[in-house]
């Protein structure tokens, strides 16, 4: 299997037309809870606004937008809502290849142009549109990785390699020394329908 080094962002045009809006529907499955995301092509570039509703150490709510460019870079972010009843307001943002949390700088996720929210499928999507791997073809690149609940960003190391026109086969160096392994099933569009043993697609449109 072919390795495509992608670890920057190519041009990589946007395919429907601005306006076109999907969504997604998917349920948790290692803990109670579902995930709602809409999926917005505008003239700049997409956007993903989606809700997680979740129990993980009390209930949770979480509120996400996240945009990128045309070149499905990520931009900028925004989580809030709540876990428990501590409030959750978390605004992400990347500027000339630096990271922000809440105004803070993130040195040790400056040069990454992905954000994953670990708490939802939806995210794959950018990355997934961005690299636009062939079957055969596999590709490494390293994200900002918004850790749940440390609410922290955090170097994740993901590879993709493409199986099928609609499977990948998924790995994240979580730790450095524990390595996460998944097989993603997604739609056409590059929505994840099935992450293994974490999420499920129930709905689509």
Do not use: K
């Amino acid at each position: 299997m072919a390795l495509v080094e992608r670890t920057n962002a190519r041009e990589h045009s946007v395919e429907t037309s601005a306006g076109t809006l999907t969504s997604m529907l998917w349920r948790r499955l290692d803990v109670p809870g579902h995930d709602c995301a809409t999926c917005a092509v505008t003239a700049d570039g997409t956007e993903i606004g989606g809700m997680a509703v979740f129990e993980e150490d009390g209930p949770t709510a979480l509120h996400y937008t996240v945009r990128c460019d045309r070149s499905w870079e990520t931009t900028e972010a925004h989580v809030r809502g709540w876990r428990g009843t501590r409030a959750v307001d978390l605004r992400l943002r990347r500027e000339d290849g630096h990271w922000m949390l809440n105004d803070a700088p993130c040195p040790a996720v400056d040069g990454c142009v992905d954000l994953d929210l670990s708490f939802t499928p939806a995210t794959n999507l950018f990355p997934l549109r961005r690299l636009d791997l062939a079957i055969g073809q596999a590709a490494e690149l390293r994200s900002a990785w918004l850790e749940w609940p440390a609410a922290r960003l955090s170097p994740l190391v993901q590879r993709y390699a493409r199986r099928s026109p609609t499977e990948y086969d998924y790995e994240a160096d979580l730790t450095g020394t524990s390595r996460f392994f998944a097989v993603l099933r997604v739609d056409p569009r590059g929505w994840v329908r099935d992450y293994a043993g974490l999420w499920r697609a129930e709905a689509v449109v």
